[in-house]
């Protein structure tokens, strides 16, 4: 039987990562009772909170979230000189939409996206094998919903990635993702189609917003606020936007706090504070070498980056003058690495497009409205108007690239909105005198599966 690359050489990480969390650990009767490291396995409820606590380096639940795609995404050019001084060959690649995406290279993006899955897996199975009393309920649920969490929302993201957007014409038939249910290694690794992927992963959601308090005892774990969020960010992508409403509403219920952007400081080192008022979830995308804004080599697209008013205040909150370069400047995750979860900014938008798209013109521009007066100076801001559904959701696009630019969603919104004509989008870049082009539904935006897995699994490979 073959093995899956993300059972076989996975698992190891898995040991490392688990003996390294037994030394962090201030459990120490735990220790004492399994001296012989190869023999220690989680026994506890505070056992499995601690593994899903883990913050051993790129294992950690709340980094790495996949985001070559981001490269791609349009937002941002790169220098010829530096394009070539770039870490990784598959960030040159994506750079460009290369057939050949990896080139001998391990996809970063897939391998700690199912490290963690299969984190998360090792939790679910051995929760079925302890016993818990009444004072560990709680703590049990919390356990349980946090895991399940965290497996659907890296199902979600690297379904984004590695299969087609979502048809509902063609969803039972389209390749997804194997959907790692278990930590059994002898299991095989299959792809399933893209609807029973997102069927597991409104599963999940659907499970864990039953066991998860309103909000977490910390912002790097999920809570009902996060469940909502997810699965209104996933019935956006999949054209449910009844659904996509009715969760927006949901998690805004518990946090509808908005930055005011007059209260933040320029030039300060990082503007805009880790876990602020925003934050549902908190999770950092992969820290690509492209995404430098030091030297720079990201340089913010200037279509993009003129599209900001003079009084819009993310033009000098998000970007910065960087040796006579624009690059960006701040960060929801407070430092230096580009943030990748859940905020309450995105859920005013994607409600609004929702109310767009079920012609309610004024619920829409309403939140629109409610979230841009927070982002212009004070007194400056003149709230939008439109004429009609299509010209008001025209508006909220345009406003959801300006606000969540450099968090990964890009590429996705690219994916989906290419399905309606009236929004499909052609990409070009030239690089030392070669024109290259990405039109709208091009297979390329579907990133292949990693040529290593297909070498050890034999499953079928992405179309490019």
Known sequence: MKKSRLTAHIYTAILITIFAFIQVSCKKTWLDAKPDKALVIPETVQDFQAILDNNTASYLFNLNQPSLPEVGAGDFTILEDNLQGLQNVQERNAYIWSTNIFAGESSFDWNNAYKRILYANIVLDGFSKISTDLQSQEAWKNIKGTALFYRAYDFFNLILEFSKAYDPQTATSDLGIPLRLTSDVDVTSERASVQQCYDQIVSDLMKAKDLLPELPAYLTRPGKCAVYALLSRVYLNSGQYDNALAFANQSLLLNNGLLDYNSLDPSATNPISRFNTEIVYHHALASYSAFDNNAPLLIADNGLYNSYSDNDLRKVIYFKDASGL???????????????????????????????????????????????????????????????????????????????????????????????????????????????????????YVFPIPPDEILLTGMPQNAR
Not at 330 to 351: C, K, P, Q, V
Not at 377 to 394: C, E, M, V
Not at 412 to 433: C, H, M, P, Q, W
């Open 326 to 444: 624009v690059t960006w400047n701040a960060s929801y995750t407070g430092d230096n690495s580009l943030f990748g979860g859940l905020a309450t900014d995105e859920l005013y938008l994607i409600r609004a497009e929702c109310y767009a798209r079920q012609d309610n013109v004024q619920a829409a521009l309403e939140d629109l409205n409610t979230l841009l007066v927070k982002r212009w100076k004070t007194g400056t801001f003149i709230p939008y108007t439109a004429t009609d559904s299509t010209d008001a959701l025209r508006k909220i696009l345009s406003e959801r690239r300006k606000e969540l630019v450099y968090r990964g969603l890009r590429w996705y919104d690219l994916k989906r909105l290419n399905k309606e004509s009236r929004f499909a989008l052609i990409l070009t870049r030239s690089v030392n005198g070669t024109q290259y082009v990405l039109a709208p539904n091009d297979p390329k």
